[in-house]
Nanobody, 115 residues
Framework: VQLQASGGGLVQAGESLRLSCAAS????????MGWYRQPPGKQRELVAA???????NYADPAKGRFTISRDNAKNTVYLQMNGLNPEDTAVYLC??????????WGRGTLVTVSS
C-alpha cells in the first residue's frame, strides 16, 4: 500500500486546512486509517483515526476542531482542521493499518501555523 498525503501549507492562526491521504496498491487490506503529527523537536503523536466502518477517534488536542473522514470509494482519508493555532505546527503523517500485514505510512505533509 502506498499513501500520498497532501494539503499542508502555511496558514495564520484561526484559519483552516484540509489534509488528504490517498491510498493505492493493495487497498483491500486496509482497516483503520488515520493521522499522526510530529511537532518540531517533539515525538510523534496521534491526531485522529477512522475505521473502515466510519468509527472515529480523536486525541484531545483535536477534539472539537478537527474532523476525520474517509471515502472508501476513493481510498482516501481526510483531516479537516479548523481553528488552527501555532501549537498545531507539525509534520502530519497519514497511516493505514493492514491487520497482520502491519502499518503503512505516507510521507508527511508540513503544516505551519503563524501567530
Amino acid at each position: 500500500v502506498q499513501l500520498q498525503a497532501s494539503g499542508g501549507g502555511l496558514v495564520q492562526a484561526g484559519e483552516s486546512l484540509r489534509l488528504s491521504c490517498a491510498a493505492s496498491g493493495s487497498v483491500s487490506t486496509i482497516n483503520a486509517m488515520g493521522w499522526y503529527r510530529q511537532p518540531p523537536g517533539k515525538q510523534r503523536e496521534l491526531v485522529a483515526a477512522v475505521t473502515s466502518g466510519g468509527e472515529t477517534n480523536y486525541a484531545d488536542p483535536a477534539k472539537g476542531r478537527f474532523t476525520i473522514s474517509r471515502d472508501n470509494a476513493k481510498n482516501t482519508v481526510y483531516l479537516q482542521m479548523n481553528g488552527l493555532n501555532p501549537e498545531d505546527t507539525a509534520v502530519y503523517l497519514c497511516y493505514a493499518d493492514r491487520g497482520w500485514r502491519g502499518r503503512s505510512w505516507g510521507r508527511g505533509t508540513l503544516v505551519t501555523v503563524s501567530s
